[in-house]
């Protein structure tokens, strides 16, 4: 199945991971809607770049803690692009405190955004990609969704649930010609990992320096960060015929971390 005229929904894509998996899919020829929070002229001169790849590109501003703009964002995809073929759940945000002192609106804003909201475009994207017959659904978890660490609670609790999700998904929707999986990173140095960098340092009263080679490489057995292009070279073979028979599991991208 051809990728190329394809529309992919990529949520979080104004930064980080979101941003070059839409880039990823741009390049080959697929027609991106990118969200997320941010500069509106920044995301402006982000759309036109994705344009520039040959592709339609637009943006909506939906918050990914709002089923009702969630719901508008899936509506308006139909109607500007005629279809909804793959979807990536990538939107998240992450706190870094002890169990004890975590802010609950912070824990109900990491439930939302980094669980919740996948709810909220799957049922909405399921429909379309049932008639249309082809779909493609792609949850960012993390490695944080297959094992734990300190001082993240929320994070790791959404994370697994994501798994949860996914494979339920798989199974409703086997028979549709439609897949749903995970791909599950280790560390990425986007700008959701440079800000927790502070807070670790200071939860586990080490430095910096300490947190990136001590904590956030400690497990990555390749020592490398992982980069956002092998992420969107992940999503793209989930989207491939290759992997027409792969769903309802996951696929880590995490240097060895999950393997030890
Ligand atoms: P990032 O901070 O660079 O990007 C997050 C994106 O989500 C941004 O576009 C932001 O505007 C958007 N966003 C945040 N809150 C939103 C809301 N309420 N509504 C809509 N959009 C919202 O982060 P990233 O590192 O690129 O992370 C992307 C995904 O990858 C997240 O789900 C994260 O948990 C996951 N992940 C990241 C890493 C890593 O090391 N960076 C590792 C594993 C998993």
């Known amino acids: 199945m051809a990728l190329k005229g394809k529309t992919a929904v990529i949520t979080g894509s104004t930064s980080g991971i979101g941003l070059g998996i839409a880039q990823g899919m741009a390049n080959s020829g697929i027609n991106v809607v990118i969200n997320g929070f ?11 770049a994705l344009e520039k790849l040959g592709v339609k590109a637009t943006y909506n501003g939906a918050d990914m803690t709002k089923p009702e703009e969630i ?12 279809s909804i073929d793959i979807v990536v759940n990538n939107a998240g945000i992450q706190t870094v405190a002890p169990v004890d002192e975590f802010p609950p609106e912070k824990w109900d804003a990491i439930i939302a955004i980094n669980m919740s909201s996948s709810f909220h475009t ?15 659904i792609i949850n960012i978890a993390s490695a944080h969704g297959l094992v734990a660490s300190p001082f993240k609670s929320a994070y790791v609790t959404a994370k697994h649930g994501i798994i949860g999700f996914t494979k339920t998904i798989a199974l409703e929707v086997a028979r549709d010609n439609i897949t749903c999986n995970a791909i599950c990173p280790g560390y990425v140095l986007t700008p959701l990992v440079a800000k927790q960098i502070p807070d670790t340092a200071q939860a586990r009263g080490i430095t910096e320096e300490q947190v990136k080679n001590d904590v ?5 057995w390749t020592k490398k960060f992982v ?3 092998q992420l969107a070279g992940t999503a793209l073979f989930l989207c491939s015929d290759s992997a027409e028979n792969i769903t309802g599991t996951h696929i880590a991208v995490d240097g060895g971390w999950t393997a030890a």
Do not use: C, F, N, S
């Open 71 to 82: 719901e508008a964002l899936m509506e308006e995809t139909l109607t500007l692009h005629g």
């Open 216 to 220: 956030l490489l400690a497990a990555q």
């Open 122 to 136: 799957v049922r909405k994207a399921i429909p379309a990609m049932k008639k249309q017959g082809w779909g493609r």
């Open 38 to 48: 941010g500069d509106p002229e920044q995301i402006e001169q982000e759309r036109m």
């Open 227 to 229: 980069t956002v292009e």
